[in-house]
């Protein structure tokens, strides 16, 4: 039976937003990019097209600093064109009561221990955070299906609370354009793309803790039939830019 080629996924986490240059937990609290973050994102777009790897479909999630970056990179691509589907489910991790507090003084109050516990752990939450808080989106009327269904929107997440509300998009909607044999491009965060990559390379919980992505440098996946990828890890486009990067967001806080 002919089958069609299994597409390609590229991953791209946001330029730097103005809370990463500010060193605060972000979350699901809907910053812009700085002009750092949207010269990530035009670079990101020009290594798209140096390495001929046009996206054909566009999946982001619903906080601007993955849209615009999504948009900047597609307009550098000339993929701007391309159809796009937004989604709650490619969101951050939503940080709790951590939102908007500052990742330095966080370490100086908790310590090392509990601060990589809630930043790294695959399954301790932050304490949830209040609603109608400052930093809170349970008035947001981008989730309005969330908080009228039977369970509200997340108040905190954990790393597993992400791989368990990201898969069921990636197997209904991103799944169907890899089978289709469509470039597929996902603009995502730093711990919603954790989750998927542990989910595509089988990382275990303790080892996802060491795995950091950067910012701005798309993230190439070939995947098999079984959707499993070619090269372990995927490649990122500019490795030593990308290795860099992790590092430095690996050593946030300090
Ligand atoms: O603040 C956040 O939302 C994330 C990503 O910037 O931070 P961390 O890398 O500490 O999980």
Not at 120 to 129: E, F, H, M, V
Request: with cysteine; charged share 25%.
């Amino acid at each position: 039976m002919w089958t069609m080629s299994t597409g390609t996924l590229v991953l791209l986490r946001h330029g730097e937003s103005e809370w990463n240059a500010l060193n605060l937990f972000t979350g699901w609290v809907d910053v812009a990019l700085t002009e750092k973050g949207v010269g990530e994102a035009i670079r990101g777009g020009e290594l798209l097209r140096e390495h001929d790897l046009l996206p054909d479909v566009l999946h982001t999630s619903l906080l601007r600093r993955a849209i615009s970056t999504a948009h900047l990179a597609l307009d550098a691509a000339d993929r701007l064109w391309i159809p796009v589907r937004r989604d709650w489910r490619l969101n951050e991790r939503h940080y709790g009561a951590l939102q908007g507090k500052d990742k330095k003084q966080t370490l100086a109050e908790f310590g090392e221990e509990q601060f990589m516990l809630w930043r790294r752990s695959y399954d301790t939450p932050p304490p949830a955070i209040e609603r109608g808080s400052e930093f809170s989106q349970d008035a947001d009327p981008r989730y309005a299906h969330l908080e009228d269904g039977p369970d509200g929107g997340p108040l905190t997440e954990c790393l597993a609370d992400v791989v368990a509300r990201l898969l069921p998009y990636w197997e209904s909607a991103v799944v169907p354009d890899l089978r289709a044999g469509r470039t597929v491009l996902v603009t995502a965060h730093g711990n919603s793309l954790r989750a998927l990559v542990k989910h595509l390379d089988g990382v275990s919980d303790e080892a996802i803790a060491g795995l950091n992505i950067p910012t701005g440098i798309p993230l190439r996946y070939d995947l098999d039939d079984d959707l499993r990828p070619v090269t372990a890890g995927g490649t990122y486009l500019d490795p030593s830019a990308a290795a860099a990067a992790a590092d430095a967001v690996a050593h946030q806080g300090r």
